[in-house]
């Protein structure tokens, strides 16, 4: 069996003397997933990035590790780290999955003084900059994990550490990838990803569910150029107004209410019951991390409505608009078209491809005064709800969670989406998960100020080795 304090000691050695300065080069290339750079396979950024984590990875002191570069034509790159199993092992040998990714959200700024998207900074405990925790960490997380398990007497199945470069646009490049993949892998027995939320810096956080997304871009066109709007308003309805009518048939603007029926569901009454007892044990209330400027505050003041208004229930945001100028530049013109980009978050268990369908019938169905609408680029990725935890990896968890926080493991919902999770979830039904993460209150993922925090980290990858461990005995 492993030496867990052996194993805590070497992941706190590559944490130290290692890892900060790899994420901190890594954190320093603008790696912008397509849907913000299509552009991307000439731009470069995303095969640097690929080739900074592969170089680290090949130098690993890793019994039976071999690591590639999968590359489809017009894809993003697939990073495919293998490692053959290792110490006694059962004669059952379904492989591990170990998940992460490395494209990156845009700068979205601006950030605090001294501070950038691509300069990583340390400050104490925490590494800033785009990308750290969201989620380049995660390979090397994944891979010194496997590290600590074989240097302190541990085993592990067969594993694939795979690291993406398309999740941030809804990872459109990862089925044609597994699909590659699949005869190879087999039948998959567990998967660690590394990708998700945490309640808190205090333990070990496990995800038992994920909401999916659906997204495109609404546009309204009115006239074929701007008039002056002295001579038109009024006689000629805005863009805008328009916009907003529309708006309207998927919203309600006074609750936030998501009037799309297929992007309701009804909450299963074991994850209310799970996501109840960790707001009771910890205290938890997610409104507590928003930057909410003075005055302002949630839409709930109850921390368990307001973590299932998080996790479970659809709601709608308007993250881009285009048709709009500056307030400098912008006269007293009716513009001729607006365009926003709409993005749905939508309940664990709902079908997000029928809820796209429904979304696009109600946006395009009778268009105000005849205007022209359309819903483009339109995107479906479904969530995820978790099977129930066997015996062992309950304990598994218990057990990592207990040394490495010397608390016991919670379970909680996240309200972003990790497309592979269902992919993987409907093509291995019988497979056990553990979808876990650095991304805790404050490290504000694809915002401004990101930052990893670097002694929670190192305690989720001596964690990891320790489920990986745990899982070559049963």
């Not at 995303?46 to 080739?51: K, L, S, T, V």
């Not at 009037?259 to 009454?269: D, G, N, R, Y």
């Amino acid at each position: 069996m492993l030496d867990p304090t052996k194993a805590c000691e070497l992941v706190h050695q590559r944490w130290a003397n290692e890892l900060v300065e790899q994420i901190s080069a890594y954190i320093a290339i603008p790696a912008l997933s397509p849907a913000f750079d299509p552009d991307w396979c000439q731009t470069g950024h995303i095969h640097d990035a690929a080739r900074h984590i592969m170089s680290w990875i090949e130098q690993r002191q890793i019994e039976g590790l071999s690591v590639r570069l999968q590359q489809l034509d017009g894809l993003t790159p697939l990073i495919v780290a293998e490692v053959e199993p290792f110490g006694p092992q059962s004669e059952h040998d379904a492989p591990v999955v170990l998940y992460g990714h490395l494209d990156k959200q845009p700068e979205m700024l601006p950030w605090d003084d001294g501070l950038a998207p691509w300069v990583p900074v340390k400050r104490g405990d925490r590494l800033y900059g785009r990308g750290g925790a969201d989620d380049g960490y995660a390979a090397y997380a994944a891979l010194t994990a496997i590290e600590a398990v074989q240097s302190s007497g541990g085993s592990h199945r067969r594993l694939f550490v795979l690291i993406e470069a398309s999740e941030e646009s809804g990872s459109p490049d990862l089925e044609a990838h597994m699909e590659v993949l699949g005869p190879e892998m087999g039948q998959i027995d567990l998967v660690v990803a590394l990708d998700s939320s945490v309640a808190d810096y205090e333990r070990l956080w496990l995800t038992s569910s994920l909401r999916g997304l659906v997204a495109g871009v609404l546009r309204v066109e009115m006239l074929t150029e701007g008039i002056h709007s002295g001579s038109s308003s009024g006689a000629v309805p805005s863009t805008m107004r328009i916009m907003r009518q529309l708006l309207d048939r998927v919203e309600d603007a006074s609750s936030g209410r998501v009037l799309v029926e297929s992007a309701t569901v009804e909450i299963p009454s074991h994850r209310r019951n799970e996501l109840a007892a960790m707001v009771e044990v910890t205290g938890f209330d997610p409104c507590d991390a928003f930057p909410f400027v003075d005055g302002a505050g949630p839409t709930t003041d109850d921390p368990l409505e307001a973590t299932l208004a998080q996790t479970w229930a659809p709601a709608l945001s308007y993250v881009a608009i285009d048709g709009i100028p500056a307030i400098a530049d912008g006269g007293n013109v009716l513009r001729p078209e607006t365009a926003m980009k709409v993005s749905l978050r939508v309940p664990p268990t709902c079908d997000a491809e029928a809820v796209l369908q429904e979304l696009t019938a109600i946006v395009l169905k009778d268009p105000p005064y005849g205007a022209s609408v359309s819903f483009d680029r339109g995107e479906a990725a479904d969530g995820w709800n978790a099977p129930a935890l066997p015996d062992w990896l309950s304990a598994a968890l218990d057990e990592a969670s207990g040394h490495c926080f010397g608390e016991t493991f919670q379970v909680t919902g996240e309200g972003g989406t990790i497309p592979f999770m269902g992919m993987l979830g409907a093509s291995f039904p019988a497979a056990n998960f553990v979808i876990t993460g650095v991304l805790g209150p404050g490290s504000n993922a694809h915002g401004p100020n990101e930052y990893l925090a670097l002694s929670y980290a190192e305690k989720v990858t001596a964690a990891v080795a320790m489920v990986l461990d745990r899982h070559a005995q049963v």
